[in-house]
């Protein structure tokens, strides 16, 4: 009997000899699970039990196709792989206890590409190819992990926390209903020539808000909402004789019938409307209206929204805010994404704002400039959570250095006055005065056109910082022609500039995922009130953010938008469609981990913090937020070679 299988047979039978155990230890661990007993005993009958003392390789690349499926039953493993030629570049990561490897080597029939190492004294569990292969045939859950990787475990983790949220609430209405389930009548609709009267009557008959109208074809020209009529109504010289296609809104907005019952509030909240066409191939298939979406409770965030728009006082505005993390409890509840969530925090955020500015005018007075509010960082990126502070600024017209200082003298009283109703609503003052009421932030465009042109020439640690805060910039009260313009420019500067895009590069790479420390696998602060925790916005969203805005910048993306951003730099070859994928999900994890930190901290009345402590996690989410980590470090590890840093 050779080595190898004296091992073979040794292995066997310690696991035969605690069967039980081992089916205990399994189920401890996705994906193993989510696996019936059937399944999940056939693993355990035909796997052995092989122990690797520290630093002993595993697997490498130089053994050839791999032959074993391997799971971590007690110690750790680290992995190497080489970089290029520079046999001192190298990328590192750990696995653990229940984790398990290396999948895509055995799919591929291939060697693995990473050498694994133990290390510390560590007890695998083996599975033999053939066996492996057969798991996969037969069973649903395992070749869904298998194929899907960390999707899958992120699934799970989503289905946690939608049901400890619904748990709470009392609900189980879902975010991502079809549109074409709640349109459950055909659209009423009418072609342009009808008059008014009939077009009413008709309004009147149907029971319906709105009247489409469509030309032969079923395609919408326009709608006819209850809003038009009181419009029509209130004008004296009104003819009710005229026809529809005079008084209607002309294209009017649409989705698909595939669109989420999320997408279809987020658009009425975005675009102050009530009714949703639904068109499919250019032809109109139904509508809906806030009523539809009242069946799903999803009508609290129009409400809200409303609410917000049309707030008589600083004082109701910071009332609603406890309503919108209610709402945002609810959101999480029905199955909304981090994604879904920080748009929608972002874009009642941008309702209170506009809404503040436009009290302090009443309240103060019109400057008599008309000028653009900034936003910059987060909400640049429409990307905010519940803990915020401002970072802002105004952007106005002016012909001349003189025009500039005589109209910002006139702007700068009322800008203090909307940063300090903002600190009243909830959104911090900033502490190191990135606001519009800062003089050096209340700039005409030329101005801000040469600040940034001063940035990107002078790449001091300064300028480099003020990048990261300023280039993530949006428009969100005020005419938007000016922001456009000015970000359009600013991508121009960058794009010929390699070595500003090489800083930029450099800079991004400064917060590390906090990876490689031994408790648990995460690097922890060791000392002080933050010892044994992570700031999950610095050493985890950072990352992410400050490394896709390089790549964003320097080949002219220009969303803001982080999620986006990605998505546009995968169509345009710039990063791999996978790598792009795990970047979205992995940023979209960590994200949904603090967020639901923040609200736990608001249900318990303490003070936000980014700042966690990941042995509070249960076990699969610390293993998500690892690999999430990983994912960080990999697009990390790219700029490097990129940049050539």
Same mark, same amino acid.
């Given at each position: 009997m050779s080595r190898s299988e004296a091992f073979a047979k040794t292995g066997r039978t310690a696991v035969q000899q605690n069967i039980q155990g081992t089916l205990e230890f399994l189920q401890?661990?996705?994906?193993?699970?989510?696996?019936?007993?059937?399944?999940?005993?056939?693993?355990?009958?035909?796997?052995?039990?092989?122990?690797?003392?520290?630093?002993?390789?595993?697997?490498?690349?130089?053994?050839?196709?791999?032959?074993?499926?391997?799971?971590?039953?007690?110690?750790?493993?680290?992995?190497?792989?080489?970089?290029?030629?520079?046999?001192?570049?190298?990328?590192?990561?750990?696995?653990?206890?229940?984790?398990?490897?290396?999948?895509?080597?055995?799919?591929?029939?291939?060697?693995?590409?990473?050498?694994?190492?133990?290390a510390e004294d560590t007890f695998c569990l083996l599975l033999d190819k053939a066996s492996f292969i057969k798991l996969f045939s037969q069973c649903n859950?395992?070749?869904?992990?298998?194929?899907?990787?960390?999707?899958?475990?992120?699934?799970?983790s989503n289905q946690q926390i939608q049901t400890r949220a619904a748990e709470t609430l009392g609900s189980q209405y879902s975010m991502e209903t079809s549109l074409s389930v709640l349109s459950m009548r055909q659209p009423i609709t009418c072609e342009g020539h009808f008059p008014l009267h009939k077009a009413v009557q008709l309004m009147h008959e149907q029971q319906v808000g709105s009247l489409v109208i469509t030309d032969e074809m079923q395609r919408p020209q326009g709608i006819f909402t209850l809003?038009?009529?009181?419009?029509?109504?209130?004008?004296?010289?009104?003819?009710?004789?005229?026809?529809?296609?005079?008084?209607?809104?002309l294209n009017p907005f649409h989705l698909p019938p595939h669109a989420s019952a999320f997408d279809a509030a987020l658009a009425m909240t975005e675009r102050h409307i009530a009714h949703v066409c639904l068109v499919q191939d250019g032809r109109l298939v139904g509508v809906i209206s806030e009523r539809d979406l009242f069946s799903l409770q999803r009508v609290d965030l129009v409400h809200l929204a409303r609410a917000v728009r049309h707030a008589g006082s600083v004082e109701k505005l910071v009332q609603l805010r406890e309503e919108i993390r209610s709402l945002v409890d609810r959101m999480i509840a029905h199955g909304a994404s981090s994604e879904q969530v920080t748009r929608l925090i972002t874009l009642l955020n941008d309702h209170t704002v506009s809404r503040?500015?436009?009290?302090?005018?009443?309240?103060?007075?019109?400057?008599?400039?008309?000028?653009?509010?900034l936003v910059f960082g987060s909400e640049g990126r429409k990307e905010q959570t519940l803990y915020t502070d401002q970072d802002n600024g105004i952007l106005f017209e002016a012909s001349s250095q003189e025009e500039a200082n005589a109209m910002r003298q006139k702007l700068l009283p009322l800008a203090?006055?909307?940063?300090?109703?903002?600190?009243?609503?909830?959104?911090?003052?900033c502490k190191g005065n990135i606001m519009?009421?800062?003089?050096? =932030?209340? @700039? !005409?465009?030329?101005?801000? *056109?040469?600040?940034? +042109?001063?940035?990107? %020439?002078?790449?001091?640690?300064?300028?480099?910082?003020?990048?990261?805060?300023?280039?993530?910039?949006?428009?969100?009260?005020?005419?938007?022609?000016?922001?456009?313009?000015?970000?359009?420019e600013l991508l121009s500067m960058i794009r010929g500039n390699d070595m500003f895009q090489r800083m930029m590069a450099q800079s991004a790479i400064q917060n590390r995922p906090p990876l490689g420390g031994l408790f648990r696998n995460f690097s922890l602060d060791k000392k002080g009130v933050e010892k044994d925790t992570l700031d999950l916005k610095i050493k985890g969203l950072a990352p992410f953010v400050d490394g896709v805005?390089? =790549?964003? @910048? !320097?080949?002219?993306?220009? *969303?803001?938008?982080? +999620?986006?951003?990605? %998505?546009?730099?995968?169509?345009?070859?710039?990063?791999?469609?996978?790598?792009?994928?795990?970047?979205?999900?992995?940023?979209?994890?960590?994200?949904?981990?603090?967020?639901?930190?923040?609200?736990?901290?608001?249900?318990?009345?303490?003070?936000?913090?980014?700042?966690?402590?990941?042995?509070?996690?249960?076990?699969?989410?610390?293993r998500i937020l690892r690999e999430s980590f990983r994912q960080a470090q990999r697009l990390q590890t790219s700029l490097t070679f990129r940049y050539q840093l």
């Open positions: 401890k661990y996705p994906p193993f699970n989510q696996m019936d007993l059937t399944h999940l005993g056939f693993l355990v009958e035909n796997c052995q039990l092989r122990f690797y003392p520290e630093g002993e390789n595993i697997i490498i690349p130089e053994d050839g196709p791999v032959e074993f499926f391997y799971i971590v039953k007690q110690g750790r493993i680290y992995g190497e792989r080489r970089q290029g030629q520079d046999s001192n570049q190298e990328t590192t990561f750990e696995i653990t206890t229940g984790e398990c490897f290396p999948i895509a080597a055995l799919l591929g029939e291939r060697a693995t590409r990473t050498s694994h190492i133990a859950a395992f070749r869904d992990f298998s194929v899907r990787g960390i999707s899958s475990l992120l699934d799970q809003r038009d009529l009181r419009r029509v109504i209130a004008d004296a010289n009104a003819d009710l004789r005229q026809p529809i296609s005079e008084l209607m809104t503040v500015i436009e009290l302090c005018i009443e309240e103060h007075g019109d400057p008599g400039v008309p000028f653009t509010w203090r006055e909307i940063n300090l109703a903002l600190d009243d609503c909830g959104f911090m003052l519009a009421g800062n003089a050096e =932030l209340c @700039l !005409s465009r030329q101005e801000w *056109s040469r600040r940034f +042109s001063k940035i990107v %020439r002078e790449a001091s640690p300064e300028n480099l910082l003020y990048s990261t805060i300023f280039f993530d910039l949006r428009a969100i009260w005020g005419p938007v022609d000016g922001c456009q313009a000015l970000r359009r805005r390089v =790549l964003a @910048l !320097s080949h002219g993306v220009e *969303s803001s938008n982080t +999620s986006e951003r990605i %998505r546009q730099l995968v169509s345009k070859g710039v990063i791999e469609r996978l790598d792009g994928d795990a970047y979205v999900e992995a940023y979209h994890f960590i994200q949904q981990i603090r967020m639901q930190q923040h609200q736990q901290q608001a249900r318990n009345e303490l003070a936000y913090s980014n700042r966690m402590y990941p042995d509070e996690l249960n076990h699969l989410d610390r």
